[in-house]
Each structure stands twice: as structure tokens, then as C-alpha cells.
């Protein structure tokens, strides 16, 4: 039989961190997840990809709404029946392993492969891709997101330090071994086809969205791991759970997709993209697929004058822009938050979130040097309460590590999993 690969390109498609479900001040963002999955689906159709590669949190909560089911099982569907384009799905860590992996069986038989959670068998997170004719293709080493437990048992008298460095070399040890066993997979198979890497993590170097600006990422506890110490042996590394598309160590092919849509007010500047590759053999080819905006964040700051001017422009375009709006004004604010509500009211365009930063005011609405409670996120919160309590600056760090990992244990709780264990624990009591 020949083993050399005559049929032409094989092209794979990388997206992540949907987080179907999701909502932007209380309002529900169910139109621009369709619109996208829409668009999706007509990509992998016109580009004729034959992989597409979904790393990690594909629903905002462990406990998505059926709504939010249904979009994700229509478009699997969608995609079963429009072609050839199988798919790969990991678990993030917004992801609950126990939902993803109770479909898993029937999914395949659709040649949609899940991994929602590691076994005991790391064969479960190797899968050959095969063509319609039975032709292996490429190899994908799906690695969900990995939780502490998952790699390391908790022992009493570890040292914080010694934790997260078990921790760390456990992931990279994981990686390692998958990839060593898809390797050998390529040489039982005798042909040269790409391996691609899956994961859920973050990597030493990404960049997040802080403040307005994209800066290196503080990772706490949540281990450490160099792009290139997980990246060794795969022609493709497929990353999610860093929302901002970029490349990571240096190397154009271990990637982070970033999430389709602006999940907040700060992402709303920042390009969303596709990640299309094109392997020729093992050659690949990099297309970055720009998203289009399928509904616009927009952000306006000034005094009263500067936003009413704005407003006004916005009304006569007809945009549905959804707005944050922030007074900077040095008068007082009046009443202009109703009057900008009033404006608006019989247009598509909504206020979302309403800023004041005039000091004087600011202070009235019991706000914390102009901040208020709702736009901080729980890091920030943390910060200020060891600012508040004087904490020395020596000790911070070991902190802010010990509030990650909390974070990060309370944000991946698999409440349905736990759900049916208490029921289970019920039962036995009641035998
Ligand atoms: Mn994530």
C-alpha cells in the first residue's frame, strides 16, 4: 500500500473561548453567539477545512442554559451534516468535563471527538484523524483543561513553592508524554501527517487585557508553564483561555485563537480572529481570519457637551451599538444620565454601563477613587484589600497565589458532576 499522502491540503480551523451564555452588564448576548456560529459554520464551508479545533470553554458557566445547549449541539449538527469537517473539543476551565463528556459518545458517531477530562489512560487524548477513504490525516493530542487534582495529590507539609513547581512540571510532563505517545503513533502508522496539540492553560509570555492595554500576564499560582516547554512535538499547538489572539513563545504555530466576540468594554478595540492553517505534508500555511463585529462596543467618554455631540451622531447613523459611557466633564453632571436614557430610548443603541469621573460626584456614589464595584474584577478587589490592610510588600505575592488558586478551584467547580455525587451519597444513606 502506498503510504505517502497524495490527496492535496488538509486544512484546520482553531477558535476558543466562546463562552455561550455569556452577558455584558445583565444583557443577554444570545443574537451575537448565533450570528457567529453562523458565520462559523459558513467558514468551514467555504474554506473547505477539515478540522476544526475548539480548545476549551465552549459555555460561560458548568451550568449552561438549555438555550445555550441547543446552539452548541445545532451547530455540531450543522457541521455533521454540511461535510467532511470533523472536530476536536477540550474542556476549559468555565467547562464542566461531566456535560461535555455525556454527549461524548454520540457526538463521535457525528466524527466529533470530546475530551472533557483526563483519564487514566492517556491513549483517551490521542485521536487519528482519518479521511472519508480511512486515511490517517493528522493526529490530535487533546489535553482538557488540567485541574490540581489532575496532577497533583495534595500532601500536607508541601511547601507553597514546592506545589507550584510540582504543579508545573506535572502539566509539562503531561504534555510531554502525550505528545511522545502521538509520535509513536506516526511511526506505527509509517507516514509523515502533522500532530496537533490541544490546551486549555496559561502560558508564560501571553498577554491580557489589562486596564486598556495589553500587558504580560500575572499568572499567581496557575502554573507557570513556558509556550515552548508544552509546544516540543506538535506541528500546531491549539490554545484557548487567554481571550486576546496571539502567537506564544516566539513561534507562530502555538497560538491562542481568542475569543470570537469582545467579552467586555475593554476587549471592544481588539481584532477577533480565526485561526486557519493549511498543512501541505507538514507544511502549514498561517491564515488569521478576521471576525467581523457582530454587534459594536462602543466606548465614549467627555464632558456633557462632547457626549450629547456624540449621541447625537450615533442616533442620525443608526447604530446598535451597544455603549459605555463615561462623564469627564468638569461641571457637575446634572442630569445627564437621564437625558442620555431619554435619547435612546427609541433607538436600537442601549447604555450599559454609565461612568462618572468627577471626583466630587464620584465620591457621592460611594465610589473608590472614581471605581466602582461592578467594573472591578475579583483580582482587583484583592488588591485593594491588602492595600487597605497594609500588607507588606514581601508577602503579596504568596498571597495573590493562595487568591488564584482559590479563584481558579471556585471558577472550574463541575457543579453538575457534584450534583449527581450528592444524590449518589443520598442514596446510600437512605440504603
Ligand atoms: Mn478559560
Known amino acids: 500500500?502506498?503510504?505517502?499522502?497524495?490527496?492535496?491540503?488538509?486544512?484546520?480551523?482553531?477558535?476558543?473561548?466562546?463562552?455561550?451564555?455569556?452577558?455584558?452588564?445583565?444583557?443577554?448576548?444570545?443574537?451575537?453567539?448565533?450570528?457567529?456560529?453562523?458565520?462559523?459554520?459558513?467558514?468551514?464551508?467555504?474554506?473547505?477545512i477539515d478540522l476544526l479545533l475548539i480548545s476549551g470553554d465552549i459555555f460561560d458557566s458548568s451550568t449552561p442554559s438549555n438555550l445555550s445547549q441547543e446552539m452548541y449541539y445545532s451547530f455540531l449538527t450543522r457541521i455533521a451534516g454540511q461535510g467532511n469537517c470533523q472536530v476536536v473539543i477540550i474542556a476549559?476551565?468555565?467547562?464542566?468535563?461531566?456535560?461535555?463528556?455525556?454527549?461524548?459518545?454520540?457526538?463521535?458517531?457525528?466524527n466529533i471527538h470530546v475530551v472533557g477530562a483526563i483519564s487514566d489512560n492517556l491513549e483517551d487524548e490521542?485521536?487519528?484523524?482519518?479521511?472519508?477513504?480511512?486515511?490517517?490525516?493528522?493526529?490530535?493530542?487533546?489535553v482538557p483543561y488540567l485541574r490540581e487534582r489532575d496532577i497533583r495529590r495534595g500532601r500536607a507539609g508541601v511547601s507553597f513553592q514546592d506545589a507550584e513547581r510540582e504543579l508545573t512540571e506535572g502539566i509539562i510532563s503531561h504534555y510531554r508524554d502525550v505528545a511522545d505517545l502521538a509520535e509513536k503513533r506516526r511511526e506505527e502508522l509509517g507516514m509523515d501527517i502533522p500532530i496537533f496539540g490541544m490546551g486549555h492553560l496559561y502560558t508564560r509570555g501571553g498577554k491580557v487585557i489589562d486596564g486598556d492595554e495589553l500587558r504580560p500576564l500575572y499568572v499567581g499560582s496557575l502554573a507557570h508553564v513556558e509556550p515552548g516547554e508544552i509546544s516540543a512535538g506538535f506541528d500546531y499547538l491549539a490554545l484557548g483561555h487567554i481571550h486576546s489572539a496571539q502567537a506564544v513563545g516566539g513561534n507562530e504555530f502555538a497560538r491562542y485563537s481568542g475569543s470570537p466576540i469582545a467579552m467586555t468594554f475593554k476587549e471592544s478595540d481588539q481584532k477577533k480572529s480565526l485561526c486557519i492553517v493549511e498543512?501541505?505534508?507538514?507544511?502549514?500555511?498561517?491564515?488569521?481570519?478576521?471576525?467581523?463585529?457582530?454587534?459594536?462596543?462602543?466606548?465614549?467618554?467627555?464632558?456633557?457637551?462632547?457626549?450629547?455631540?456624540?449621541?447625537?451622531?450615533?442616533?442620525?447613523?443608526?447604530?446598535?451599538?451597544?455603549?459605555?459611557?463615561?462623564?469627564?466633564?468638569?461641571?457637575?453632571?446634572?442630569?445627564?444620565?437621564?437625558?442620555?436614557?431619554?435619547?435612546?430610548e427609541d433607538t436600537d443603541m442601549r447604555i450599559l454601563c454609565f461612568k462618572n469621573s468627577r471626583l466630587p460626584d464620584a465620591a457621592m456614589d460611594a465610589e473608590y477613587d472614581g471605581e466602582k464595584l461592578s467594573e472591578l474584577?475579583?483580582?482587583?478587589?484583592?488588591?485593594?484589600?491588602?492595600?487597605?490592610?497594609?500588607?507588606?510588600?514581601?508577602?503579596?505575592?504568596?498571597?495573590?497565589?493562595a487568591y488564584h488558586e482559590i479563584l481558579d478551584m471556585i471558577q472550574s467547580e463541575d457543579k453538575r458532576a457534584e450534583k449527581e455525587g450528592m444524590e449518589d451519597e443520598n442514596l446510600e444513606i437512605k440504603i
Open 1 to 48: 500500500m502506498d503510504k505517502t499522502i497524495t490527496k492535496d491540503k488538509f486544512r484546520i480551523l482553531h477558535t476558543s473561548d466562546w463562552h455561550l451564555g455569556r452577558s455584558l452588564y445583565s444583557r443577554r448576548r444570545h443574537d451575537e453567539f448565533r450570528s457567529f456560529l453562523e458565520y462559523l459554520a459558513d467558514v468551514i464551508l467555504k474554506k473547505d
Open 377 to 401: 474584577n475579583p483580582l482587583d478587589i484583592f488588591e485593594r484589600l491588602m492595600d487597605n490592610k497594609n500588607t507588606p510588600e514581601d508577602e503579596k505575592d504568596e498571597l495573590r497565589s
Open 126 to 142: 490521542i485521536i487519528t484523524i482519518k479521511d472519508e477513504g480511512g486515511m490517517p490525516r493528522a493526529i490530535v493530542c487533546a
Open 92 to 110: 476549559g476551565n468555565h467547562d464542566s468535563p461531566s456535560l461535555l463528556e455525556a454527549t461524548k459518545g454520540i457526538l463521535k458517531s457525528l
Open 279 to 344: 498543512f501541505e505534508g507538514r507544511k502549514p500555511l498561517l491564515e488569521l481570519l478576521e471576525l467581523p463585529v457582530f454587534r459594536e462596543l462602543l466606548r465614549i467618554s467627555g464632558d456633557r457637551e462632547q457626549i450629547l455631540e456624540r449621541i447625537d451622531s450615533l442616533i442620525i447613523e443608526g447604530t446598535d451599538a451597544w455603549l459605555e459611557v463615561e462623564f469627564t466633564g468638569e461641571s457637575h453632571i446634572g442630569d445627564l444620565m437621564q437625558s442620555l436614557e431619554t435619547m435612546v
